[in-house]
């Protein structure tokens, strides 16, 4: 079984920056793509960035250029640095991985971290 922990949410004012960390654990695994997803309230999850194993990158248009997707293989982990951060970038972020393990390939989820932009 694989778990993924995201932490780093937060209150932050409009303008401010956060960092979001998605560490996988587990054994036997390997991960293909690692993403961040966003829900705001009231409303469905999307995709806010993506980081593929080759670390290729595409962003949301609303996204691009304030926030950055990274990876640390060796870690497992991923990361999203969000800066000049908005109202409308509220909402919970959850991290989701394509994960390898035991010859099948199946996506996972974190628990999901709150992030509070305030204007």
């Known amino acids: 079984q694989v778990q993924l922990v995201e932490s780093g949410g937060g209150l932050v004012q409009a303008g401010g920056s956060l960092r979001l960390s998605c560490a996988a654990s587990g054994s036997g695994f390997s991960i293909n793509a690692m993403s961040w997803y966003r829900q705001a309230p009231g409303k469905q999850r999307d995709l806010v960035a993506v980081n593929t194993s080759g670390g290729t990158t595409n962003y949301a248009d609303s996204v691009k250029g304030r926030f950055t997707i990274s990876r640390d293989n060796a870690k497992n982990t991923v990361y999203l640095q969000m800066n000049s951060l908005k109202p409308e970038d509220t909402g919970v972020y959850y991290c989701?991985?394509?994960?390898?393990?035991?010859?099948?390939?199946?996506?996972?989820w974190g628990q999901g971290t709150q992030v509070t932009v305030s204007s």
């Open positions: 989701q991985a394509i994960v390898v393990l035991g010859g099948w390939t199946d996506i996972y």
